[in-house]
């Protein structure tokens, strides 16, 4: 029930906002949101990370944006050409990369993504260095999307339509059958389940909807640059996740917003934090958005490890326990009747 | 003279299970004992808990008179503590005579004489040094558990942890391994051995524990093991 | 001469150029394995802290007129030091855990070193002399060798041989590979395993430290020059298994050579070669070249 209310209020704040922010700022939220959720198909409820997944970001970005530009083909178009990239790619990678384990895998995943990476530096029609420009924003159905508020709600349902597809298939019978290989891979496999079939899948959805993430981002930006596929963006993707808390629904989508926000504010936030203490060299946080972001990191490895809506999960689920032991009757004082 | 080992109140947990209820026990330099049990009753964790494996612990084990309980488990060793665990640990990165020369002389025991010499091991154990440039793993089932217990016998300790050495072994080879134990009780060491196969360990203990869910419920001297007979079948479920 | 349409002299430069690259792979890989052996931890910071090495020569040469040698010996005991107070103060809490997280917190600590060198130097590269003793070239015959170039590979093997050697064959190598089988029984029987740990990684940051103060004279020195690296070295790793240490170190410079060759017939591919390789060995022998999977 409480969820319910939840999801009702945030769906009318996320319809109000663009009235309160800038609405280029809060597509470039949601975009990122998906991102971060598509990446947490992975690790929160299969227990694989990828240690790639801005390959499938960029390639998304790219295809979009050159099937906009280049080939001229219309938005629904070149949104369903990027998506079919990054699924390909998704394909060939996670049919690679599934084939060792654990920590290898990740590795793997790192190296694929940085031959992606040479493979987006050196082809012609990425611009290399100079990127992607001049993507145009077009129509979808008659709708004018150079109105950044239009624009804004169509972004919007891209995003809940990708949300609510992690959703169901997090709660579908496919679901439960990769929560199951994370928890214990040997176990499912003895009840016969093809782990590896199973894991491939969803190694492809999850590149999928990163892929939708990256071409709308293409299309809300009109550019598209190789910082979309460089490591630092997978790893920017790991830290949003764990920053909202992995294997949660909503985590990776507080996450997103609180990392982006950040990235956004850090030059502000560094001349505050100068002029506060005294510490000049808090006024070159802003070009130093690695040394925050490996700070950040290390202190959520550290000590957050349940990230946000962990935290507070965990918090709401010790309060429910506390409820429900002072509501049962107590075990009566000869030893005997129901334990708490 | 202290105890060789003496445990009072012992619990422990691993992660959040609590699987020690309070166990204490006393074994004077020398002895041998036997602890007993069903599977699951807890007495490899008992041993595992005197070297610091568990988790948390509290109570008091005192090995020699020293406190033990709240050093780190290369401290404990260092009291004059040999552990050889059930699933026998040989390591196979290492030859046998790696395996055999690995753990380091302890400088433990007062006056006690310091671990045996590799001349005075090959005496008692023939067959490892034909062996000894073989892949530890290599080894047969018998041969590695001669290997474990040769291995602790090296350090100097005096005080032997033996968890199911007997296990899983031919008749022929259980034999020789009785005969060790007596070898070793005659020049005075002091072994706490846990054994499922009652037959083999009836003979060679001095007294035994009994343990059921973490704690220990019966305690019977080798003297009226016949009389307590009846008593013991129903636990073990022999 | 010429050998498919290229001069000798060219293909034995590349060649050599491919086996100091290899050299820097093999000291990496053989690094890392150790690390991963004993703790469990895949250490992404392996090629900051290689950065920080070639970074601590140039300071120190240019800013406190010490010498190469005394560097080569300084900078990587600072990078061991530094190493041993990160498993001290931060890697080992997370033994327990899932090893993602070592992997997730040393990602971090890369981003941060990065970020601190970036703030303070830029991107663009600083470069060091080549030291006196070592500079020039010598005549082969088949080729002209740059000394620098012939120290740095002969230098790199002597450090992986002998590290070899003392993990293989010696009494505190029995330690390590028994370690790494059951950390646990080796603490029963006495030994300080958790300094034993600490010192471990120490000793495979050094190796990166001092594979640092190696590249400072040859490759451009950024702060970036050490994640381009382990990413390679991943590759490497992967394609070679982490199991043997031999194998770590041939599979490091055959793809060192292998990437040295593929820049002299087809510049372009160079930069993936490796990549394909590793393409390759898992679609045709998953486990690695010489791998024993953990």
Same mark, same amino acid.
């Given at each position: 029930?409480?969820?319910?209310?939840?999801?009702?209020?945030?769906?009318?704040?996320?319809?109000?906002?663009?009235?309160?922010?800038?609405?280029?700022?809060?597509?470039?939220?949601?975009?990122?949101?998906?991102?971060?959720?598509?990446?947490?198909?992975?690790?929160?409820?299969?227990?694989?990370?990828?240690?790639?997944?801005?390959?499938?970001?960029?390639?998304?970005?790219?295809?979009?944006?050159?099937?906009?530009?280049?080939?001229?083909?219309?938005?629904?178009?070149?949104?369903?050409?990027?998506?079919?990239?990054?699924?390909?790619?998704?394909?060939?990678?996670?049919?690679?990369?599934?084939?060792?384990?654990?920590?290898?895998?990740?590795?793997?995943?790192?190296?694929?993504?940085?031959?992606?990476?040479?493979?987006?530096?050196?082809?012609?029609?990425?611009?290399?260095?100079?990127?992607?420009?001049?993507?145009?924003?077009?129509?979808?159905?008659?709708?004018?999307?150079?109105?950044?508020?239009?624009?804004?709600?169509?972004?919007?349902?891209?995003?809940?339509?990708?949300?609510?597809?992690?959703?169901?298939?997090?709660?579908?019978?496919?679901?439960?059958?990769?929560?199951?290989?994370?928890?214990?891979?040997?176990?499912?496999?003895?009840?016969?389940?093809?782990?590896?079939?199973?894991?491939?899948?969803?190694?492809?959805?999850?590149?999928?909807?990163?892929?939708?993430?990256?071409?709308?981002?293409?299309?809300?930006?009109?550019?598209?640059?190789?910082?979309?596929?460089?490591?630092?963006?997978?790893?920017?993707?790991?830290?949003?996740?764990?920053?909202?808390?992995?294997?949660?629904?909503?985590?990776?989508?507080?996450?997103?917003?609180?990392?982006?926000?950040?990235?956004?504010?850090?030059?502000?936030?560094?001349?505050?934090?100068?002029?506060?203490?005294?510490?000049?060299?808090?006024?070159?946080?802003?070009?130093?958005?690695?040394?925050?972001?490996?700070?950040?990191?290390?202190?959520?490895?550290?000590?957050?490890?349940?990230?946000?809506?962990?935290?507070?999960?965990?918090?709401?689920?010790?309060?429910?326990?506390?409820?429900?032991?002072?509501?049962?009757?107590?075990?009566?004082?000869?030893?005997?009747?129901?334990?708490? | 003279?202290?105890?060789?080992?003496?445990?009072?109140?012992?619990?422990?947990?691993?992660?959040?299970?609590?699987?020690?209820?309070?166990?204490?026990?006393?074994?004077?330099?020398?002895?041998?004992?036997?602890?007993?049990?069903?599977?699951?009753?807890?007495?490899?964790?008992?041993?595992?808990?005197?070297?610091?494996?568990?988790?948390?612990?509290?109570?008091?084990?005192?090995?020699?008179?020293?406190?033990?309980?709240?050093?780190?488990?290369?401290?404990?060793?260092?009291?004059?503590?040999?552990?050889?665990?059930?699933?026998?640990?040989?390591?196979?990165?290492?030859?046998?005579?790696?395996?055999?020369?690995?753990?380091?002389?302890?400088?433990?025991?007062?006056?006690?004489?310091?671990?045996?010499?590799?001349?005075?091991?090959?005496?008692?154990?023939?067959?490892?040094?034909?062996?000894?440039?073989?892949?530890?793993?290599?080894?047969?089932?018998?041969?590695?558990?001669?290997?474990?217990?040769?291995?602790?016998?090296?350090?100097?300790?005096?005080?032997?942890?033996?968890?199911?050495?007997?296990?899983?072994?031919?008749?022929?080879?259980?034999?020789?391994?009785?005969?060790?134990?007596?070898?070793?009780?005659?020049?005075?060491?002091?072994?706490?051995?846990?054994?499922?196969?009652?037959?083999?360990?009836?003979?060679?203990?001095?007294?035994?524990?009994?343990?059921?869910?973490?704690?220990?419920?019966?305690?019977?001297?080798?003297?009226?093991?016949?009389?307590?007979?009846?008593?013991?079948?129903?636990?073990?479920?022999? | 001469?010429?050998?498919?349409?290229?001069?000798?002299?060219?293909?034995?430069?590349? &060649? @050599? !150029?491919?086996? =100091?690259?290899? %050299? $820097? *792979?093999?000291?990496?890989?053989?690094? +890392?394995? #150790?690390?991963?052996? /004993?703790?469990?931890?895949?250490?992404?910071?392996?090629?900051?802290?290689?950065?920080?090495?070639?970074?601590?020569?140039?300071?120190?040469?240019?800013?406190?007129?010490?010498?190469?040698?005394?560097?080569?010996?300084?900078?990587?005991?600072?990078?061991?030091?530094?190493?041993?107070?990160?498993?001290?103060?931060?890697?080992?809490?997370?033994?327990?855990?899932?090893?993602?997280?070592?992997?997730?917190?040393?990602?971090?600590?890369? &981003? @941060? !070193?990065?970020? =601190?060198?970036? %703030? $303070? *130097?830029?991107?663009?590269?600083?470069? +060091?002399? #080549?030291?006196?003793? /070592?500079?020039?070239?010598?005549?082969?015959?088949?080729?002209?060798?740059?000394?620098?170039?012939?120290?740095?590979?002969?230098?790199?093997?002597?450090?992986?041989?002998?590290?070899?050697?003392?993990?293989?064959?010696?009494?505190?190598?029995?330690?390590?590979?028994?370690?790494?089988?059951?950390?646990?029984?080796?603490?029963?029987?006495?030994?300080?395993?958790?300094?034993?740990?600490?010192?471990?990684?120490?000793?495979?940051?050094? &190796?990166?430290?001092?594979?640092?103060?190696?590249?400072?004279?040859?490759?451009?020195?950024?702060? +970036?020059?050490?994640?381009?690296?382990?990413?390679?070295?991943?590759?490497?790793?992967?394609?070679?298994?982490?199991?043997?240490?031999?194998?770590?170190?041939?599979?490091?410079?055959?793809?060192?050579?292998?990437?040295?060759?593929?820049?002299?017939?087809?510049?372009?591919?160079?930069?993936?070669?490796?990549?394909?390789?590793?393409?390759?060995?898992?679609?045709?022998?998953?486990?690695?070249?010489?791998?024993?999977?953990?």
């Amino acid at each position: 029930m409480n969820k319910k209310i939840l999801c009702m209020a945030a769906l009318i704040l996320a319809l109000a906002a663009p009235f309160v922010a800038y609405p280029v700022f809060l597509m470039k939220l949601l975009c990122f949101g998906l991102f971060a959720c598509a990446f947490n198909l992975l690790i929160g409820y299969t227990g694989l990370l990828s240690f790639g997944h801005a390959a499938f970001l960029g390639a998304g970005g790219y295809v979009m944006g050159y099937a906009l530009t280049t080939a001229g083909l219309p938005v629904p178009v070149g949104i369903l050409l990027g998506v079919l990239a990054s699924s390909l790619l998704g394909l060939v990678m996670g049919a690679l990369a599934i084939r060792r384990q654990g920590i290898y895998f990740s590795m793997i995943t790192l190296a694929l993504a940085q031959m992606v990476y040479f493979a987006a530096l050196r082809a012609p029609f990425t611009h290399g260095e100079d990127g992607l420009q001049g993507v145009p924003r077009g129509s979808l159905f008659g709708l004018d999307l150079s109105n950044d508020l239009v624009l804004y709600y169509v972004v919007l349902a891209i995003f809940v339509a990708g949300f609510a597809l992690i959703v169901r298939t997090v709660h579908s019978p496919f679901g439960q059958v990769l929560k199951a290989i994370k928890e214990n891979e040997p176990r499912a496999i003895s009840l016969g389940y093809d782990v590896d079939r199973y894991k491939l899948l969803a190694f492809v959805l999850s590149a999928a909807l990163a892929g939708l993430a990256g071409a709308t981002k293409t299309l809300v930006l009109s550019f598209e640059t190789l910082t979309d596929v460089h490591w630092t963006m997978s790893g920017l993707v790991i830290l949003m996740t764990l920053v909202g808390g992995m294997g949660t629904l909503v985590g990776p989508v507080v996450g997103a917003f609180l990392i982006v926000s950040l990235e956004n504010r850090l030059g502000d936030l560094g001349t505050w934090l100068a002029g506060v203490t005294g510490v000049e060299w808090f006024a070159t946080l802003g070009e130093s958005v690695g040394v925050v972001t490996g700070l950040v990191f290390v202190a959520c490895v550290l000590l957050f490890r349940r990230g946000v809506v962990g935290e507070i999960g965990a918090l709401v689920e010790s309060r429910r326990r506390l409820r429900v032991r002072r509501t049962l009757p107590v075990s009566r004082a000869d030893g005997s009747g129901t334990p708490l | 003279m202290s105890a060789a080992l003496e445990i009072s109140n012992l619990q422990a947990w691993y992660g959040e299970s609590h699987v020690l209820h309070g166990i204490s026990l006393s074994v004077q330099p020398g002895e041998v004992v036997a602890l007993l049990g069903r599977n699951g009753a807890g007495r490899t964790t008992t041993l595992r808990a005197i070297m610091g494996l568990t988790g948390r612990r509290s109570g008091s084990i005192k090995i020699n008179g020293s406190e033990a309980i709240g050093l780190p488990t290369h401290k404990i060793a260092h009291l004059g503590v040999g552990y050889c665990p059930e699933e026998r640990g040989i390591f196979a990165s290492l030859s046998t005579e790696e395996n055999l020369m690995l753990p380091p002389v302890l400088a433990s025991s007062k006056g006690a004489a310091a671990g045996m010499s590799i001349a005075e091991i090959y005496a008692m154990f023939p067959n490892l040094q034909e062996r000894r440039n073989s892949q530890g793993t290599r080894l047969s089932g018998g041969e590695q558990q001669m290997l474990a217990v040769a291995r602790i016998l090296r350090t100097g300790a005096r005080l032997l942890l033996l968890d199911e050495i007997s296990e899983g072994l031919a008749p022929v080879i259980v034999q020789a391994l009785a005969r060790m134990i007596t070898t070793l009780k005659e020049k005075g060491y002091t072994i706490v051995m846990v054994e499922q196969n009652f037959r083999f360990a009836a003979p060679l203990a001095d007294r035994f524990y009994v343990i059921e869910h973490g704690q220990i419920v019966e305690t019977i001297a080798s003297a009226d093991l016949n009389a307590r007979m009846p008593v013991l079948t129903e636990l073990l479920g022999v | 001469m010429e050998i498919f349409g290229v001069p000798l002299q060219a293909l034995m430069s590349q &060649l @050599l !150029l491919g086996l =100091v690259n290899g %050299s $820097f *792979y093999a000291m990496l890989s053989l690094g +890392l394995a #150790v690390i991963f052996g /004993l703790l469990n931890v895949i250490n992404f910071s392996h090629g900051a802290l290689y950065m920080v090495g070639a970074f601590l020569a140039y300071i120190g040469v240019t800013q406190f007129g010490l010498n190469y040698w005394m560097m080569l010996v300084l900078a990587p005991l600072a990078v061991g030091l530094l190493g041993i107070v990160i498993e001290r103060s931060m890697l080992r809490w997370l033994y327990k855990l899932d090893h993602l997280y070592g992997l997730l917190l040393t990602f971090g600590l890369t &981003l @941060l !070193l990065e970020g =601190v060198f970036r %703030s $303070f *130097y830029g991107v663009s590269g600083q470069t +060091l002399d #080549v030291p006196d003793a /070592l500079a020039g070239a010598t005549d082969l015959g088949f080729m002209i060798l740059p000394n620098y170039r012939g120290w740095v590979v002969g230098a790199s093997l002597s450090v992986c041989l002998a590290t070899w050697f003392v993990i293989e064959k010696t009494r505190l190598g029995a330690y390590l590979r028994a370690g790494t089988e059951n950390p646990k029984l080796v603490e029963a029987f006495g030994v300080n395993v958790p300094m034993m740990v600490m010192l471990t990684y120490g000793f495979g940051v050094a &190796l990166a430290g001092l594979a640092g103060v190696l590249a400072a004279p040859v490759i451009n020195v950024t702060p +970036l020059m050490g994640s381009n690296l382990i990413i390679v070295v991943f590759a490497v790793v992967v394609i070679g298994g982490m199991g043997s240490i031999l194998g770590s170190i041939v599979t490091g410079l055959g793809l060192g050579v292998i990437e040295g060759l593929t820049r002299v017939f087809y510049p372009e591919g160079s930069e993936v070669v490796v990549f394909v390789v590793m393409v390759i060995v898992l679609m045709l022998r998953p486990a690695g070249l010489f791998g024993k999977e953990k």
